[in-house]
């Protein structure tokens, strides 16, 4: 099992996600570039406080074709040929309770602690789509946790409120 | 000499609530139609009252509230506006023109708590339907 945030675990994310975009009924035409902006809140021990960690994907005909970690003071644009289609951005510790299955990334975004900035017509047309990305990102892979396992004992016992209303992730 | 176009009506934020996230996706997603498309701008201008989006698998819901020149979304249900309610993922593809809202309230995969005024809901249901033109999926079926 890989652990959280290396090349492995991200291996392991993509090929989940590729093996789920071959059960969906329909994917999105063309190529689309997504960043994840994981931002230090004091909380997770996988992000510094004050930091972040940026990743970059980049998603062909529903598949991912690569994905990087980019280094804190690299230029994404380095990377890319056009612009970053799709942003989501959110404190660390929301991203690490996702990532173990202790929150719905969908119920997430949709009460904004993770925000998402692109074109919100493409992102809900390809709504299952998304939902797959999801649910590899949530559920596929099994994840080692090196530093400590979320729920985090500094992070009290509900720090993002409602988010946890919903329990765990329902599959979108 | 050429007639001067009417800019879209202002689509903005309003009340926070809960579903803070899905009011600025209703949000973008109606200023991006609006952008596009002068059929919706008339609708939108025309429009009086309020509808409330529930995604009722996650007791979420947005109103969006039709005013003079601007489209108001709330991040939170008001009591007394018509109501289309379901799941989000329905919600979502159903807005987003993939599937007909007709046919996801005939499956009862959608429903309508239809509280006056009703023409709101007509209205928003056209305004957010994003054009056959955006983004189509290739369909593997």
Known sequence: MPDIYTSEWYDAVRDAINAGVGQLRSVPEG??????EVVGDGVSPYVDAATERRFLMEIDEGSCLWYRELAPDEDERAHLDGRVDYRFRGPATVFDE??????????????????????MRLLLRNAEHVASLLEAYTNAVSTTWPLGQPPYA????????SLHQQGAATGA | MARRLKPPPAVVLGQSGEAAGMATMVAELVRANLADS??????ARRARGSVVLLADDRSLGVTVTFGDEQVVVDASPAADAPVLAGPWLTMATVCAGARSPLAAVARRELHVVARRPFRALLAAGYVLKVPRSIGAGADRR
């Open chain 1, 154 to 161: 500094g992070a009290g016992p509900d720090p993002h409120g």
């Open chain 1, 31 to 36: 190529r689309f570039v997504v960043a994840v």
């Open chain 2, 38 to 43: 002068p059929g919706r701008c008339r609708i």
């Open chain 1, 98 to 119: 996702i990532a173990a299955g202790l929150l719905d990334p969908v119920d997430v975004a949709l009460r904004g602690a993770i925000a998402v900035k692109g074109d």
